[in-house]
């Protein structure tokens, strides 16, 4: 590995652990800006004085801000990011990490949607300008952006569990894989069409490249010009815009999760929301972020790898 | 000078929903033939009759009431929003492309975080701060997100604008630098924002809608998130609620989408 690449790497993952401290210090200090009164919503109003002052002093939230910040670093060093408010016999770590794989498979399945649309979709309505599928393109393209998931959402329910009684309704406990087709297309929908776009564009773009005059010139034929050399040479502009849709797609799953009663981080976000279970409310948020400056540090280090160029700037 | 109705009927799809929607929250609370907030537990969750055209919802309020008195509620927030956005937007991203430097670094650096950042669990961790999130709370939450495209719009133009022979002029004159800034860089970033700030009006109630649906919104007043809320608790049992209140949503957005497409086209020949 060279020392310009090594130096790439080591700013960038610098730069992300900065930005996730950055996110998770400002969370911690506007949660505790609440006037609402944690202690309110776990004990109830009615609640006497003396269990009041007890559960706060049990939650530490009668401490000086500083020692709850570093009670709060601390439970992040030790792997556990606290206990939650409400259920004092769980850590935040282990809520977070039985809900966790439900919004990963979700996510990843609304990607896998958009990804398996709009690739080809956009490259043959690239190929084909003006022709059907271009028409298909601009079609997928329209609905994904005009219809937002609160409402594909539903629709999609209606339709496939309702009307044509194919896919299995919210809350059906032993759906398995098949329950997960529409919470994906709810909110791969979005992404599909700004994927369609970006494909289209970029092999629109790399088509008319020397390299693939030369390849068509030499006899090659269409299907392998579009895959192996257009495609593989579109495909890095529209990963980059697929990476930077990931918080659409985590947005998405908030919703969807209520929309389709499943469990998930969305879920469990919005219950710890309604109780002010701080502990929670903050391991979520540091979550998202990991999850957020991961992918882009994967994207920036495959981008450095792929491209030399990258690294200079 | 062409006759009315042949203007009327030109009138692109975008802008008619567009004025559909202006009127609804101009004149709905007064054309609206219920109270949305009134009681019927007779005919909760009616089909749409002569009485009801869109038929009725939770304790039976009159969807279409709802619909007309939440239109005034999506366009107070989503106009509130906008403006706001517009010009916190606007001032961060012309200094920002006018300035370079450290506060070029500053917005942008903020800007690619709060963008890529779900607006979602950002607004929500916001909105985690009041104990009941009324009308000016969402519009704070929003805006802390929704100022972002204007300042990317707004640096851009402004990285283009300061190069020109009249700002070069104004700077050889000797104006000072906030002087160029307030006459000559922002009075000529107009039709891009005007562009940007008409969809933008659509994701604003979009995004309204969004966190009224995930029952943050405020509280007391019709909102059409919290009746799709409301209709999708019933939605296998009674669909026309979350059909109507989706609908109008969804029509809302896209009319306001068209809208800036239509007026890009009109406001740049070159497109």
New interface residues.
């Given amino acids: 590995m060279s020392a310009g690449l090594l130096r790439y790497l080591g700013t960038r993952s610098l730069r992300a652990l900065l930005t996730v401290f950055g996110v998770v210090t400002l969370v911690f200090l506007v949660v505790r800006a609440v006037p609402g009164d944690p202690v309110d919503a776990i004990l109830g109003d009615q609640a006497s004085p003396g269990d009041r002052t007890a559960m706060r002093a049990a939650l530490h939230l009668d401490a000086p801000l500083l020692t709850q910040y570093g009670l709060f670093l601390g439970s992040v060093g030790d792997g556990t990011l606290g206990r939650s408010f409400r259920r004092r016999d769980e850590t935040v770590a282990s809520l977070i990490t039985q809900v966790f794989p439900d919004t990963l498979a979700l996510a990843l399945a609304a990607f896998a949607v958009a990804w398996l649309l709009a690739l080809p979709l956009g490259t043959l309505a690239a190929a084909k300008r003006g022709s059907r599928w271009d028409l298909g393109a601009r079609g997928v393209a329209l609905f994904g952006l005009a219809v937002p998931g609160i409402w594909l959402g539903p629709l999609l329910i209606l339709l496939f569990g309702v009307i044509l009684r194919v896919l299995p309704l919210p809350g059906d406990e032993d759906a398995g894989a098949r329950g997960l087709i529409l919470p994906a297309l709810t909110v791969g929908a979005a992404l599909s069409a700004v994927l369609t776009r970006q494909t289209r564009g970029a092999m629109i773009e790399v088509l008319s490249e020397q390299y693939v005059l030369a390849a068509r010139a030499r006899g090659v034929s269409t299907a392998r010009v579009l895959v192996v050399h257009a495609l593989r040479n579109a495909l890095l502009p529209v990963l980059t815009v697929g990476a930077a849709q990931l918080g659409a797609v985590l947005s998405g799953t908030v919703i969807t999760e209520k929309i389709f009663e499943r469990e998930g981080l969305g879920s469990l976000f919005l219950d710890a929301f309604f109780a002010r279970d701080i502990p929670v409310i903050q391991g979520c948020v540091l979550v998202v972020a990991l999850l957020y400056v991961g992918v882009n540090l994967a994207v920036d280090v495959a981008y450095g790898l792929v491209d030399p160029r990258v690294r200079l700037s | 000078m062409k006759p009315l109705r042949a203007r009327l009927r030109k009138l692109p799809l975008g802008v008619v929903l567009v004025l559909l929607f202006a009127l609804a929250a101009l004149l709905g609370p007064l054309v609206a033939p219920h109270d949305p907030a009134q009681i019927d537990l007779d005919h909760e969750y009616a089909a749409p009759s002569f009485a009801h055209p869109l038929g009725t919802g939770d304790n039976g309020t009159d969807v279409l009431s709802v619909l007309l008195h939440g239109a005034r509620l999506a366009g107070t927030i989503g106009g509130l929003v906008v403006a706001l956005s517009l010009v916190t937007g606007t001032l961060a991203g012309a200094l920002a492309g006018y300035r370079g430097g450290l506060i070029d670094h500053a917005v942008t650096g903020t800007a690619d975080?709060v963008?890529?950042?779900?607006?979602?669990?950002l607004n929500?961790?916001?909105?985690?701060?009041?104990?009941?999130p009324g009308v000016l709370h969402l519009v704070v939450a929003l805006v802390s997100n929704g100022w972002v495209i204007y300042a990317r719009v707004a640096r851009g133009q402004t990285l283009a604008i300061r190069e020109r022979e009249y700002v070069q002029a104004a700077r050889a004159l000797g104006m000072s630098e906030s002087r160029i800034l307030l006459r000559h860089i922002l009075p000529n970033l107009g039709g891009p924002l005007v562009i940007q700030a008409t969809s933008g009006l659509g994701a604003a109630i979009?995004a309204e809608?969004?966190l009224s649906?995930?029952?943050?919104g405020p509280g007391k007043s019709a909102s059409w998130?919290a009746l799709?809320d409301q209709?999708?608790a019933v939605?296998?049992r009674f669909?026309h609620v979350?059909?109507f209140a989706?609908?109008t949503?969804?029509l809302t957005?896209?009319g306001f989408?068209l809208a800036g497409d239509w007026l890009r086209d009109r406001l740049d020949p070159r497109r």
């Fill in positions: 975080l963008q890529s950042f779900p607006a979602v669990v929500v961790a916001l909105l985690a701060v009041v104990a009941r979009l809608s969004t649906f995930l029952g943050l998130g799709l209709g999708s939605l296998l669909p979350a059909l989706g609908g949503i969804a957005v896209l989408n």
